[in-house]
Every structure is written in structure tokens, then in C-alpha cells.
């Protein structure tokens, strides 16, 4: 079960990396538009952690301590920015619900990818892929 746990967080881990590239990418150089207001920073920052996003689930998938502190590391970091875009939505700046809704989303993903790297028991640490 913890193979299949860490398999599913690697590809999971990825493929939101890549999604989150496109969408930022597609976004950001005006191929779509989300029909709400952008705002730039957080645009900027969900794309560049897109790549932290693929390089986490690299780690998840060869490395797997190195994997389960990265999914924290990315899940503290998301946590960060959500916790400053409600700060700042409070305080009426330009940030549209979507936003709010789209980054809960991305630090909810991120929390049971690392909630369910946490609870592999890693049996033998001298292992190279650990």
C-alpha cells in the first residue's frame, strides 16, 4: 500500500506541476482568460510553483524523505500565500473569490499529499531510494 501511496502522490505531484504551468502559462500570456481579475503576483507565483510542484513529485517518486519534506515544504509555502491572499482579500484588495477558491484548492491538494506521505512507514532508511 505505501509503494502504491507514494506512486499516486509522485504522479499526482506532477501532473498538477504541469497543469498549473499551462493554466499559469496560457493565463499569464493572455491565451485564456479566467473571466475574473488577475492578480499578477499570485499569477506569477502558482505558474513558478508549478515547476517546484514536478520537482517535488520527482523527489516523492526517487527519494522519498527528500520527497515527504519537499510535499511539507510546498504545503507550508501554499499555506503562506493562502493565509496573506485572505489578509489582503480582507482588506479589499483586488483578489476575485476565484482566487481564494483556486489557492484553498492547491494548499488542500498539497496537504493530503503530504498527509499521506507521513503515514509510510519506511522500513529501511539505508535504502538509496529513500
Known amino acids: ?3 502504491f501511496i507514494q506512486m499516486a502522490s509522485a504522479i499526482i505531484a506532477t501532473a498538477f506541476g504541469l497543469i498549473t504551468i499551462w493554466v499559469g502559462g496560457t493565463t499569464f ?3 485564456s482568460d479566467p473571466g475574473y481579475i488577475i492578480f ?3 499569477l506569477i507565483f502558482n505558474t513558478v510553483m508549478g515547476f517546484f510542484y514536478i520537482s517535488a513529485g520527482y523527489l ?3 527519494k522519498l524523505l527528500t520527497g515527504i519534506k519537499a510535499a511539507k515544504i ?3 509555502v501554499n499555506l503562506s500565500v493562502l493565509i496573506l491572499i485572505v489578509i489582503a482579500y480582507w482588506l ?3 483578489i476575485a473569490m476565484e482566487s481564494l477558491k483556486a ?3 492547491r494548499t488542500g491538494i498539497w496537504l493530503i499529499i503530504y498527509a499521506g506521505l507521513s503515514g509510510i512507514k519506511i522500513s529501511d532508511k539505508t535504502n538509496s531510494n529513500y
Do not use: G
Open 40 to 42: 499578477l503576483p499570485l
Open 29 to 31: 500570456f493572455r491565451f
Open 92 to 94: 479589499e484588495a483586488s
Open 74 to 76: 510546498v504545503f507550508l
Open 103 to 105: 489557492m484553498s484548492f
Open 60 to 62: 516523492i517518486w526517487q
Open 1 to 3: 500500500m505505501s509503494s
